[in-house]
Each structure stands twice: as structure tokens, then as C-alpha cells.
């Protein structure tokens, strides 16, 4: 079956700066990757997602790039803001979904 | 906007209880999903239904089961509760239909077991 795995466990960034969250995937057949930023107390919110036909996607601030070739996509945040702090998860879905075990974000104001 | 509600934010039950975790959804999605959710471990599944009636365990089943008697319904049930069943509730849906992939989650349900 699938294999997520997350990089890094925790990341402190100075506010304005760049954050930037990878994942690898095991399962080739794999074809849609979405992100999900869980803020404390809540439950996981879809933030941006991408499909194994495209290789880049951006919204505002948050951009996902898709390597299928190697199996790894990564999470990038531009200006980052103090309630960009969270945890952000990574997942892959083949047959069934597979999250990565999750990045703690700390924007530093 | 999809929404998942889940019946309760904060449950405190003793060691031997029966415990039903509700979730409802308004998307008319047929795959629902429950995950626990614990520090390191990530999101890990338990069972997930894909249509009324249909359940699938899933990685961690054990001490658990579900029912889905509606579509918009799925219930998480811990027999006889542990204290090692404390931890974070997540329910999710998903459309079976297409490609619509996307996965929506509950509020969750923080289950202490004492």
C-alpha cells in the first residue's frame, strides 16, 4: 500500500520568511496529493490540492509542486504570517488516502 | 461549503463504557472515514464505509466498530472504552463519484478515557 512520508516534524520560521514542507510518496499509481493545515482544536482543513497531471499549483501565497518522476511533492508558503503557525499535513491517494505524519509550522512574529 | 459535524468537541468516559461517536455530513458524499489522532503517529484509519450498510476496516480496527444505517450518518462505537482509546476523533468525507477527490474533515472529538 501507499507510504507518506513528511519532512520536516517541526519547522520555526521568522515571520515574512518562507516556509517550505516536502513529502514522498511509495505507490506510483498515486494521483491526487491535497494539503490540509489543522489549526489547535480543529480538524484538518483542505488548503490546496494537486492532481498528478500538473506539475504546479498556486493560490495566493501557498504554491504545491508535484515531482512524479521522483514520487516527492512539496508545500510552499510565501510571506509567511504569524497565523500561517499550524500543522500541515500532506497526503496521497491512490485507492485509498495516505497522510504524512505532519509538520508543526511556528511563524515567529 | 461541505460540512462535517461531529456530535461532540470534548468526551470524558470511564474505562468499560460504551461510546458512540457521531458524525453527519450535508454533501451527500458516499465514502465516510474515522481516524484517531495522536501525537507522532499522524492520522491513522479505522474503519470507513463507502455506501449505506458497507463498512471496511481499515489500519486500526481493533477495539472498534461503525455503523452506517443512513448515508449522511457514520458512527464510531467503542464497545467497552480503553484508556488507551484517549485521543483525537477525526470523521471525514468524500464523494465516490468522478474525480472529486477531496476529503473533508470533522471538528474532531478530543475522547478521554479514564
Known amino acids: 500500500g501507499e507510504n507518506v512520508e513528511q519532512h520536516p516534524s517541526t519547522l520555526s520560521v521568522q515571520e515574512g520568511d518562507s516556509a517550505v514542507i516536502k513529502c514522498t510518496y511509495s505507490?506510483?499509481?498515486?494521483?491526487?496529493f491535497p494539503w490540509y493545515k489543522q489549526e489547535l482544536g480543529k480538524g484538518p482543513q483542505l488548503i490546496i490540492d494537486?492532481?498528478?497531471?500538473?506539475g504546479e499549483k498556486k493560490d495566493q501565497r501557498i504554491a504545491v509542486t508535484l515531482n512524479k518522476t521522483a514520487k516527492h511533492f512539496s508545500l510552499h508558503i510565501t510571506e509567511t504570517q504569524p497565523e500561517d503557525s499550524a500543522v500541515y499535513f500532506c497526503a496521497a491517494n491512490s485507492n485509498d488516502m495516505r497522510f504524512g505524519a505532519g509538520t508543526r509550522l511556528t511563524v515567529k512574529p | 461549503d461541505v460540512k462535517v459535524t461531529q456530535s461532540s468537541r470534548y468526551l470524558v468516559k470511564r474505562t468499560g463504557e460504551k461510546v458512540f461517536l457521531e458524525c453527519v455530513q450535508d454533501?451527500?458524499?458516499?465514502?465516510m472515514f474515522w481516524y484517531r489522532q495522536d501525537p507522532g503517529l499522524g492520522l491513522r484509519l479505522i474503519y470507513f464505509?463507502?455506501?449505506?450498510?458497507?463498512?471496511e476496516k481499515g489500519d486500526i480496527p481493533e477495539g472498534y466498530s461503525v455503523s452506517r444505517e443512513k448515508k449522511e450518518r457514520f458512527s464510531l462505537i467503542l464497545e467497552s472504552a480503553s484508556t488507551n482509546q484517549t485521543s483525537m476523533y477525526l470523521c471525514?468525507?468524500?464523494?465516490?463519484?468522478?474525480?472529486?477527490?477531496?476529503?473533508?474533515f470533522g471538528p474532531g472529538t478530543r475522547l478521554t478515557v479514564t
Open positions: 454533501m451527500d458524499h458516499e465514502n
Open positions: 471525514a468525507s468524500r464523494t465516490g463519484t468522478g474525480r472529486r477527490d477531496e476529503q473533508y
Open positions: 464505509s463507502y455506501d449505506v450498510k458497507m463498512k
Open positions: 505507490d506510483s499509481a498515486s494521483n491526487y
Open positions: 494537486i492532481r498528478s497531471n500538473v
